[in-house]
């Protein structure tokens, strides 16, 4: 019996059909990309038979092998196979499945050499930050993919041949070129977070802490934004508005952590900088015809240092603040506004309390932003009213930083880098 017959009698294919001919095409297609008649039956059963192109472009050509196969080669033993596949985010591999690939087996040998060097749950951690960034790199590809090659082939009513066809060109693309791009991005980001350890402290302070700024800003009134606004044109003002949090974070030589809904959260080596970021974000969201305005929360101090997030009372300061400013401000904590009074070209106004989720203690903030041109009619810092207000507000500030001691006021021994600035611009 022909391949035509034998599709027919799968179910695939109808010689009657009115798209007999483009059907019996996309078939012989997907066979030259190595498809088994398994896998077509199964994809059409899903309704996934043009996308098969792509996958079979991305998988590649064998051997495959079986987790045990691999097991019984010294590879890896099965359990190690499934905890490495979990911890990247990936669905575990049946111990019977022959679904590893040469490629496959090429990255459980680097795992198993690296855990031998730094310890396999130091690895396993490692791991899991490695796959949740590539599966958001993964979710952009088909986000890239979607908004332009696949909106073009359903505007002109494409056939499905047309669509499969597309998809192993766009998975070709991402087998071919995209590791490479990512391997060099990955050298020059590695470069940049050796530069914030160092400016962290580095090994002075361990390896799970260091001092940056950290810093969210909030975009105001966002939900009334998504029901006032078309679907396009809310994606379009978010998608705007990370595409600027990115560019300037990456000016000021800080990092985004991570974007939280409408919120960004980002550190930086100094001061001035987290201000620069927030302001300039600010500034953006004023001017831009779709966003409400956006308000930021800032803070300095020892960071817990996760494997590409952070931790700990620091950043809980700052997650806070950010929704006590008022929309367009930028609030800063003690630590953080003692280093940005020596900074030119930015301002730091009068003092308020807050009563913060999580803290004990009424939190002083201070709104900071960029210094008018001309005369500075707040007189430099702003003011509370007095010396007596000032030393009032030392004190409460005082009790709410987590690495000072509450009764003596004094720098903890574990904080290297707490300059005394902060004294000094409240007590001047």
Known sequence: MDEAGVWQGLGLYDPGAPDAE??????????????TDTELVE????????????????????PWFTPEELAERGVADVDTVRRIWQAAGLPPVPAESRELSSRDVGALEAFVAASTVFGEDEVLQFTRAVGAALAAVADASQALFGLTVAG????????????????????????????????????HHVDHAVDRYLAGGGDEVGARVTYLAIGFVDLVESTAMVHDLPADDIADALTAFEHRATEVVAAHHGRVVKTIGDEVMFVATTAADAVEIAVALVTFAEEHPALRGLRGGLAWGPLVRGYGDYYGPVVNLAARAVKEARPGEVLADLELVGQVQAATGLRVGSPREHELRGFVEPVVLWPVERRAPGPDPAGGSGGSGGSGGQIALLDRALRCLPYRSVETGKRSSNHPHLSGQSIVFLSA
């Open 22 to 35: 483009e059907r019996l095409a996309l078939l012989r297609f997907l066979c030259d990309l190595g498809a």
């Open 43 to 62: 994809a059409q059963r899903l309704g996934r038979l043009a996308a098969l192109g792509g996958a079979l472009v991305r998988r590649g050509s064998g």
């Open 152 to 187: 073009d082939l359903s505007a002109a009513g494409a056939s499905d041949l047309e669509y499969a066809q597309a998809f192993a060109e766009g998975s070709q693309m991402l087998v071919d070129v995209v590791p490479d791009v990512m391997s060099t991005l990955f050298l």
